[in-house]
Structures are given as C-alpha cells and as structure tokens.
C-alpha cells in the first residue's frame, strides 16, 4: 500500500492523509472540550464573584471539577495530540506510524473523557481535578480518566514510531528541527507523566470498586504531584515549542543558538519530575532537606531552560527584524511588529504573560518558607492561569490561527475580530491571574465556593479589598471568556463556513520532497560572534527586557520575605 501525500499549496508541507484526518479529528475535539471548559470557567469566578455568587455549594464544586478536568487534561492533551503528529509526520515530510491505533487512541481519549465527564454530571464525583484520596468519586471517573491517559499514551508512541519511520526512510537531512525536538522532549516526559498516573490511579480505581481497602493519603499526593506537575512541563515544552515555531513563521526566525535551546529542552526532561515536591511543601511525611534539595535547587535548573528560552525566543525575532531594517533604538524591532497579526500576538502575549506572571509567581511560591503564605489559597489558581491558560492556552489559539487555514484549506472567517481575540483572552487571563493572586495574598482560600463563610460558627473576615479583588477577578474572567468564545467561534466557523482555499486538495503516492537541512547562518555580520553576545550584543532590546523581569523578580521575592517576616510577630 503507497502512501498518499498532498502537498500544501500555502506552505509547501506535506500532509499524510491519514495523518491530516487525525490531526483535525484532534483539534476538533481540542476546540469543542475547550468551549465546554471556558464556560464553566465563566460560572466558576461567577461564584467566587461575592456580589454574584451564582452558584450553590453543590453545584459549584462540580462546576469546578469539570473545569479543571476539562481545560487541564482534556483540552490541553487533544490539542498536544494534535500537535505531536503534526511535528511528526508533517513537518518530517513522512507517514505517521499505525494510522488505525491513531483512531484507537482517540476513541478511548473521547470515550474516557466522557465517561469522567458523566460521573461529573451525575454529583457524585465533585473531587476536584486533583481528586485526592480518602475524598470518593464513582469509580466511572477513575475508570474514564485510565482510558484517556491510555488513548494518549498510544498516540506518544506513534509519535516515537513516526519519529522511528522518518529516519529510517530517511525523509530530512541533519538532525530533526528544533520545533520536533520540542515536541519530543514533552512526549518523553509524557511517558513519565503517564506512568505516575497509573501508579496511583489504577490502586484509586480499585479502591472505588471495593478490591483495595485503603490508600494512604500523603503516598496519594506524592504519586499524583509525579502526574499533575510533570504534565505542566509536558505543556511548557509543548508551547515553547509552539513560540519557536511561531517565531519561524512570522518572521522567519531562526533560533539564536540551536544547541543552546536542545540543551535548555534536554533540561525540562532531566530536571522536572523532581520539581513535583513544591506542592508537597506543607505536607508532613517528607523531610526538609528533600524539600528544599528539590524545590530550592534542582527546580532551578529546570527555571533556568524557561529562562534560555524566554531569552531565545524573542531574542530570534529580534535578529530577523533587525536584518530586515528596523534598527533603531532598543525597541523598533518590537514596535513594529505584526501586533494585528494573531498569530504573532497570541504567541508574544503568552510569552511575556508566562514570564513574568506565571513564572515569577511560581519560582515565588516553590521557595519552602514563602509557600506557607499563599499555599492553598486563591493564589495558587492565579499562578496556573497564568501558565497553562495564558501561557499555553494562548500559544495553542496562536498557532490555530496559522494551522486551522492550513489544515483545512479555508480561510478565516471575520479576520477584523480575530485580531482582538488575543487581547481580550490574554488581557482577561492576565488580569484575572493578577486578581486572584492579590486576593490569595490576603489569604482569600482556595476552591471555597463561599469567602464570607455565611453561617459558619466563628466569624470572619477578609480585609474588604479582598472582597473587591474576587468581584475585579469576576470582571477580567467575563473578558476572558469572551476571547475565549470568540476564539471558538471563529476556528468553527472557519471550519463550517470559510470560504475555501482553491481546489480540492489532490493526494498522490508520490513521496514528498525531502526536508532540507536549513544552511547553516551566523548571526550578526562577519564575525560569527556577535549572535553568541561577543564583539558587540546582537539582541539589546531582548537583553533590556530580561533585566526587566529580573529586576521584576528581585523585588517581588523580597516584598514576599518583608511580608513573611511582618507576620513573624514575634520580636
Ligand atoms: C477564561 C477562561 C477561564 C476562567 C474564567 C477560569 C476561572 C477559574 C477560576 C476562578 C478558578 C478558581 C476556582 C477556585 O479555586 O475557587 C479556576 C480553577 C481552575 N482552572 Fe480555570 N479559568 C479559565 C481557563 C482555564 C484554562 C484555559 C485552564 C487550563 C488549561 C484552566 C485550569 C484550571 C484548573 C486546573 C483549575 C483548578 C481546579 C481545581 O481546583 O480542581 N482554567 N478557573
Ligand atoms: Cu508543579
């Protein structure tokens, strides 16, 4: 059986047929299960809107377990699915491996998000996406989230047999681009992410079922952290991943150091898992020393491959605006970039939004004495907005305004309103990550449906501006929301209706033309230095932003340990 290729008119790609159907088939289910999770979204900081409070304590618990479930895992795994075949397969110029398990593995990743999602429905599984023991969920909501993980399991290997294909039909020259290298860096540690999952989920399944007695409650945190904060970094290597791209096809940029930034990926894997002990800061069982080892040490090297990429990534855009001409002063390159271009803006928003919401607020919090601040407060849900909804989220609408034409060979409808949507979901996004974590400051609880604590026996109460951040929390979420709603509706209706991109696409055996090595280029003139910061620095408006999150950082580390030390009322 010949494999059959199209070739991308638009981009010179080379889509698999089966490869394509799948990709679609994936982001489909991407953009619907994002739909339902942003909506419930919407109801959740409703609720926590203390004017509004729209929904009862029931209610509200399962609203935000299916929000959790549905945006963290759900969404975001669709859409890496998606991702993972599309730096395969097509921009390897290959076929991807077991087309037919393809289909196998999203039909046990839609049939388990169902299923989860009906034992949502049905109230008795309101756990919270973390879903800790001893607190009890139907066993279906186990059982739905073993088949999800099993469906994306699959889905990595092909990823890795694609991989293994490639090479072996030798369809690229070199080594492959630095954007699959993104890709399988997050699909390795998705191994491991995996693995942890069925550690602990399969003994809680068995537990649900009546066959396992007891889980240990603190062995449960320890196994599921292996799980939720190693996926975070399948999500970080994935929408890194996707600004390199993005970068390359906006600007054609090519990245300012190749082995720098493998080098920085290579970290994420070596690095990560260990990283799971910040949310086990508070927790007793575990000792100080491995805390801080882990947390205060070994996570750093793991910031420090953000922190390459941070740098790299517009560090790139800078290069390639400044040989196109704009070269004046610290900023052109930057002001004049394409900010009505979704594409481009998504990607900056998400990166610059990551960096100093997402990321200083979490190098904030893993510090151990720190953390007894803010842990389980509204803070912690506004640091991970700040990283998987407007850092990866954002990447991931980005990139769907490039691939959804492409893909679909349509064109996008209502351009004009397109442009907008970054601002809002990103401006929304970041607001809200900025209000929850003033409230969380003041110590605003986590995943309480009612701050006032109505009717509880002891009285009390949050100083009013916490009051006030939670309602400006609820104004930024409707603007989000409406990014969001606005992002669904126009990669559905460019599906449905745009209007089509010249013919049919015509599939022929032909195998694609192989994927060139891209010529080798030295940055910044003659020297060949200048691109590796000697004989003059090639990037100063990148370098000044960097000081800027640095000073950033620095003051906001230390009006933490001032604040820490005002409750220290000891002295
Ligand atoms: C505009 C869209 C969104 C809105 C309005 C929103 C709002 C909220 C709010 C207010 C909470 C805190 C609830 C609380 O603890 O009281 C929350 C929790 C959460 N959100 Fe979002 N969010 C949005 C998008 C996202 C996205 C895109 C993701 C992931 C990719 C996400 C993942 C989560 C998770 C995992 C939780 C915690 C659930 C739990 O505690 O079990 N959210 N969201
Ligand atoms: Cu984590």
New binding site residues.
């Given amino acids: 059986m010949n494999a059959l290729f199209r070739t991308c008119p638009d981009t010179g790609l080379a889509f698999h047929k089966p490869a394509e159907a799948l990709i679609k088939a994936n982001a489909i289910a991407a953009v619907v299960f994002l739909a339902v ?2 909506l419930l ?2 109801f ?2 409703l609720t ?1 809107w203390p004017a509004v409070q729209i929904l009862d304590a029931s209610r509200f618990y399962q609203v ?2 299916g ?2 479930i549905v ?2 895992i759900v ?2 795994l669709f859409f890496e699915i998606a991702l993972l075949y599309f730096c395969s397969a097509v921009l390897l110029r290959c076929r991807l491996a077991t087309p037919r398990l393809g289909w196998l593995a999203f039909a046990l990743m839609v049939i388990g998000a169902a299923m989860a999602a009906v034992a949502i429905l049905q109230g008795g599984s309101s756990v ?3 879903s800790y023991v001893p607190m009890p969920a139907a066993s279906h909501f186990y059982l739905g989230l073993i088949l999800f993980a099993v469906g994306a399991l699959i889905a990595v290997f092909i990823f890795f047999g694609t991989l293994v294909i490639a090479r072996g039909e030798r369809t690229y020259e070199g080594s492959i681009p630095l954007v699959t290298f993104g890709a399988l860096t997050a699909a390795i540690i998705a191994v491991f992410t995996i693995a942890c999952g069925a550690i602990i989920l399969i003994p809680t399944w068995l537990w649900s079922i009546g066959y396992i007695s007891h889980i240990d409650p603190l062995m449960y945190r320890l196994v599921w952290w292996g799980l939720g904060h190693s996926s975070q970094q399948i999500n970080v290597a994935a929408h890194v991943a996707v600004w390199y791209a993005i970068a390359a096809l906006v600007f054609g940029a090519r990245p300012m150091s190749e082995k720098v930034s493998r080098g920085a990926f290579l970290l994420y894997i070596l690095f990560i898992s260990i990283a799971s002990a910040h949310h086990l800061l508070v927790d007793p069982g575990v000792g100080t020393e491995w805390k801080i080892f882990n947390t205060s040490y070994a996570m750093y090297l793991a910031v420090l491959a953000s922190l390459v990429h941070g740098l790299t990534v517009p560090g790139s855009i800078e290069l390639a605006q400044r040989k196109k001409g704009l070269n004046r002063g610290l900023f052109e390159w930057l002001r004049k970039a394409p900010w009505g271009n979704p594409v481009f803006s998504g990607m900056f928003l998400s990166l610059v939004g990551f960096g100093f919401i997402g990321g200083i607020s979490g190098v904030v919090m893993g510090v151990e004495q720190i953390n007894f601040l803010i842990h389980n407060t ?1 803070y912690v ?1 506004g640091h ?2 700040g990283t ?2 407007l850092g ?2 954002l990447a991931f609408m980005a990139l769907s305004f490039w691939l959804v034409p492409v893909l679909f060979r349509r064109e996008l409808i209502w351009p004009k309103l397109a442009k907008w949507q970054p601002w809002l ?1 990103g401006v ?2 970041a607001l ?1 990550a900025f209000f ?1 974590m003033g409230a969380g400051t003041l110590g605003v609880s ?2 309480h449906w009612d701050m006032a604590f109505t009717g509880s026996a002891f009285e009390w109460a949050y100083p009013a501006m916490a009051y006030t951040l939670m309602g400006l ?1 609820g104004m930024s ?1 409707v603007m ?2 409406t990014g ?1 709603a606005l992002f669904v509706t126009i990669m559905v209706g460019t599906i449905v209706f745009g209007k089509r991109r010249g013919a049919p696409a015509q599939y022929s055996s032909a195998r694609p033309s192989l994927l060139a090595r891209a010529p080798i280029e030295l940055h910044g003139g003659s020297t060949g230095h200048a691109g590796l910061g000697i004989g003059g620095l090639a990037t100063p408006g990148t370098f000044a932003l960097a000081m800027f999150l640095l000073l950033v950082f620095v003051v906001y580390y230390v009006i933490n340990y001032a604040y820490l030390a005002s409750l220290w009322k000891l002295a």
């Fill in positions: 999770g942003g979204g919407l959740v900081a926590r935000l377990t929000h959790g945006t963290l969404w975001i919270m996406m973390t509204i849900p991970f907005h998987v909804a990866t989220t979901f929304g996004t809200q929850m986590r995943r929390n979420a989000a929301v969001g």
